[in-house]
């Protein structure tokens, strides 16, 4: 991401970072893969850097579309032509109230007027999110009242324009194409279950949070992950561990040993597989899966290096495998031929996933292929009314008892997801230890807290206490009220039963909490 940001910025772009931490890669960025990046001073990236109160974005956004109708600064044949619902979203944010505004934000008038500005003198504006709007209460309604400030200046379908949601994983929107998620529509199930003459269940599945819940009750008796580590990226840890420890059989598809093959059922399996970065060779010849990334391009992915053992399968492999031993009379499907020969598994995928026609040719060209998309190639927009629609949100902010912080988790610079390869994250200039929490000084002074001094995190949501214990206060400067400290480690802090509203999304931002002194 930052070395798009990077290119960004040397073509003329203009950068403003909006965080409760003033992280030193978005302001200046020495890009790692060239020489320049290592010698020299990097490049300036932010113009501007907006230390915003956890949770505040929603009212930021709210204030922004404000200014920007007051100021006539909107693209009214755009929003008369293609969208609906612009009346009432003028009407909620004409009630901007601007002390309301600053307290949630933490930002001063002034900054947001700056800003505004910055939206009006540009021709065409992306902005871009990841977590850290994702994992909040109102994230969807946070995320709507970016989309409604894009509409406002007709950034969607223009060229260099647009919503950019940040995803961490090459393959997280790939795995949604493909059919990946518990809640698939009828239309793609139909189409499934005619390419290969079964009946696809009905039935919706579970997500993350759901299926912590059904671990606290005891009614999950097989657990399959596939990649990742379960035991520790979700919420309620303590609940997890003990539900998968309650499991019959617990399986584990894994290039890596993590903390969850640790956590087993009764009876546990740990399959190691070949990582997408390993050479893959079947009796077919050397084989490639296909990647989609957050912008919709697809491109094939051929491993290079050679396997850490003989005997280890792929992913593609393992899946073939299992569904030929377990339900082999179930439909049409030549389970060992998709082993063998990848390309007929995307002869497949073209007859059944929409934008995935003519697959195999499409994705051999250089590059692979970008997707197709409506909003973005045509300004269609595939709702109700063919409209993009605005919305109309009430505003929600966090407020905190006295005594208490805002907790945001996050990730080091020496880790990935929830793999940690050290223990320094020289960003921020920690070595040596994990298990630090970040608050600002002055709120340090109002809590009698001393930098360095060694606290337990506890959160508090619905009546509950979370404890976190042993973490080393770092005086840092984020925002007033606001702390952070390292994930995995602090998820025992979250609750499953706490997530945002109509996503469902564990909330991983803006947790309630309180420091007290480690005995």
């Known amino acids: 991401m930052l070395s798009h940001l990077e290119k960004a910025k040397q073509a003329g772009a203009t950068i403003v970072a909006v965080n409760p931490l003033p992280e030193p890669g978005l302001i200046r960025f020495k890009n790692p893969q060239h020489v320049s990046g290592w010698l020299g001073h990097g490049t300036a990236l932010a113009d501007e850097y907006l230390q915003i109160r956890i949770g505040g974005d929603q009212a930021l956004f709210q204030a922004l579309g404000h200014l920007l109708i007051e100021a006539g600064a909107i693209d009214k044949e755009f929003i008369a032509r293609h969208t609906s619902g612009f009346d009432a979203y ?23 007027e700056r800003l505004a500005a910055l939206f009006i003198r540009s021709k065409a504006t992306v902005v871009a999110w990841a977590m850290g709007l994702t994992q909040h209460r109102e994230a969807v309604a946070t995320i709507t009242d970016v989309v409604n400030v894009l509409l406002l200046q007709g950034n969607i379908g223009k060229p260099g324009a647009g919503p950019c949601p940040v995803r961490g994983h090459s393959n997280v929107q790939g795995d949604r194409s493909m059919g990946v998620w518990e809640q698939m529509p009828d239309d793609f199930l139909d ?28 009614s999950v008796r097989v657990f399959l992950g596939m990649g990742g580590n379960f035991a520790m990226a979700t919420p309620d840890t303590p609940v997890v561990h003990a539900g998968l420890r309650a499991c019959d059989l617990t399986v584990h598809v894994s290039t890596k040993l993590n903390r969850s093959h640790t956590v087993t059922g009764r009876e546990a399996l740990i399959l190691p597989t070949l990582g997408r970065t390993d050479r893959d060779v079947t009796s077919a010849g050397v084989q490639a899966v296909t990647v989609e990334d957050s912008q919709g391009a697809v491109h094939l992915s051929a491993g290079k290096l050679l396997p850490p053992a003989t005997s280890l399968r792929s992913e593609v492999a393992i899946v073939c495998g299992l569904a030929a031993a377990t339900v082999p009379d179930v439909g049409e499907i030549p389970w060992a031929d998709f082993a063998g020969d990848y390309s007929l598994v995307r002869d497949r995928i073209a007859r059944v996933v929409d934008g995935y026609e003519e697959f195999n040719a499409r994705v051999a060209a250089p590059g692979g292929f970008l997707l197709a998309h409506a909003a973005r190639d045509r300004r269609e927009f595939r709702t109700t009314d063919a409209k993009a629609q605005f919305t109309a949100n009430r505003l929600h ?38 298990r630090v929490v970040f608050v600002n000084p002055a709120d340090l002074a109002s809590l009698g807290i001393g930098d360095g001094q060694t606290v337990d995190i506890i959160s508090e949501y619905d009546g509950t206490d979370r404890r976190a214990e042993s973490f080393r206060v770092v005086a840092y400067p984020t925002a007033r009220g606001c702390c952070a400290a390292y994930y995995p480690e602090t998820n025992v802090l979250m609750s499953a039963d706490d997530t945002a509203r109509s996503s469902n999304t564990p909330v991983a931002k803006g947790l309630t909490i309180r420091l007290e002194p480690h005995l």
């Open 90 to 112: 003028r009407a909620q944010v004409s009630e901007v109230d601007w002390p309301t505004i600053e307290t949630a934000t933490g930002l001063a008038r002034a900054d947001i």
């Open 191 to 218: 189409r499934l279950g005619s390419e290969f003459s079964f009946e696809p269940p009905r039935q919706h599945g579970l997500d993350a949070a759901a299926t912590v819940h059904r671990l606290r009750d005891g």
């Open 397 to 434: 902010w966090l407020t905190v008892p006295p005594g208490r912080l805002l907790l945001q988790t996050m990730r080091s610079h020496d880790q990935f997801n929830t793999t940690i390869y050290g223990h320094d994250d020289r960003y921020r200039g920690v070595h040596g230890t994990r």
